[in-house]
């Protein structure tokens, strides 16, 4: 069995463990389970025992194949990173696992840490990604994949090590966020939008100023 087999069945035993966990705990489940909290940790939205043990599974599941099959049949994924290939056959599975704590530990009268300390780990999972940017090679399936960084390699390798340094950045502030209270979720929303926007027209203006620079040499 290759390497890349034995990752997605591990990966997908871990997606539906969950269901597992579910269906022994199911009597005791009230009928809505919580699914989403404010910044102070209070439930503020709710979805069906059944949804929650047995429904987020089976799409974290259907996630987790889609993503093993695009990076695994990838024609660049050769020169990728590792470590961030890692995380994202990983980022399913963990994600099922942490959704079915966070549902049903206050049910069961388990104590969760508050949701500042969530922020604030995200922020380092931003960290460490922004660490990692850089290092990964032109690819179609981890990293900023737009026209313009998929045409060219130098507009990728240029995207991704700015993308890296603003990433770690906006790590962070993150999360410095979750110890700001209204003003955090305000920034959280901003940092959000820098991180996806900014590489993006970055890397639009570098295939703009080559474009200008190709016409001004072959027309001058």
């Known amino acids: 069995m290759t390497k890349n087999k034995k990752q997605l069945i591990i990966?997908?035993?871990v997606c539906v463990l969950p269901m597992i966990v579910g269906a022994i705990l199911y009597?005791?489940?009230?009928?809505?389970?919580?699914t989403h909290f404010d910044m102070k940790g209070n439930v503020d939205d709710y979805?069906?025992?059944a949804f929650v043990c047995f429904g987020l599974p089976?799409?974290?599941l259907i996630i987790n194949l889609f993503v093993h099959i695009g990076i695994n049949n990838d024609p660049k994924s050769e020169g990728t990173n590792k470590i961030a290939v890692g995380i994202g056959k990983w980022t399913a599975p963990v994600t099922s696992i942490i959704i079915s704590i966070?549902?049903?530990?206050?049910?069961l009268g388990v104590v969760l840490p508050e949701t500042k300390t969530w922020i604030f780990l995200v922020g380092i999972l931003i960290i460490v990604l922004g660490n990692y940017l850089p290092k990964c090679r032109q690819n179609y399936t981890v990293g900023i994949k737009l026209p313009w960084t998929l045409?060219?390699?130098d507009n990728w390798n240029k995207t991704h090590r700015m993308a890296g340094v603003l990433w770690i950045i906006c790590g962070i502030l993150f999360s410095v966020s979750a110890f700001l209270g209204k003003v955090g979720e305000g920034l959280m929303i901003a940092l959000i939008i820098i991180m996806v926007c900014v590489p993006a027209a970055?890397?639009?203006a570098l295939y703009k100023k080559k474009n200008a620079l190709c016409y001004y040499i072959t027309y001058r």
């Open 47 to 49: 979805s069906s025992k």
């Open 151 to 153: 045409n060219d390699v």
């Open 11 to 13: 990966t997908s035993i």
């Open 202 to 204: 970055y890397s639009y």
């Open 58 to 60: 089976i799409i974290m």
């Open 27 to 34: 009597s005791r489940l009230p009928e809505q389970l919580p």
């Open 102 to 107: 966070v549902s049903f530990a206050p049910s």
